[in-house]
Nanobody
Framework: QVQLVESGGGLVQPGGSLRLSCVAP????????MSWYRQFPGKERELVAL????????NYADSVKGRFTISRDNVKRTVYLQMNSLKPEDTAVYYC?????????WGQGTQVTVSS
């Protein structure tokens, strides 16, 4: 069972920044579309950002456009989410996902809390 490993979550004040990382062992990382999702308590996971396998294209939820940046390093098998100008409403558990055809893998999630 492939398990992605996220890190970088934590507590940050409003207006602050965090960078999430997700390392993807055990499969051909460069073939996979990578994405970040988040989940609020009692809600379903929602897509935050997506990046194509070669990094040539990205897509963002309207709520994070201009504040979050997704990137990847195929040599390091890692996808990143740089989060700036954080707001309390960004507080959630953040998950990374790898998808290739019918295959998809998830991480265990990392908590991001934005609070003063």
């Amino acid at each position: 069972q492939v398990q992605l490993v996220e890190s970088g979550g934590g507590l940050v004040q409003p207006g602050g920044s965090l960078r999430l990382s997700c390392v993807a062992p055990g499969f051909t990382f460069s073939l996979y579309v990578m994405s970040w999702y988040r989940q609020f308590p009692g809600k379903e996971r929602e897509l935050v950002a997506l990046i194509t396998n070669n990094g040539g294209s990205t897509n963002y939820a309207d709520s994070v456009k201009g504040r979050f940046t997704i990137s990847r390093d195929n040599v390091k098998r890692t996808v990143y989410l740089q989060m700036n100008s954080l707001k309390p409403e960004d507080t959630a558990v953040y998950y990374c996902k790898a998808k290739f055809g019918s295959l998809d893998y998830w991480g265990q999630g990392t908590q991001v809390t934005v609070s003063s």
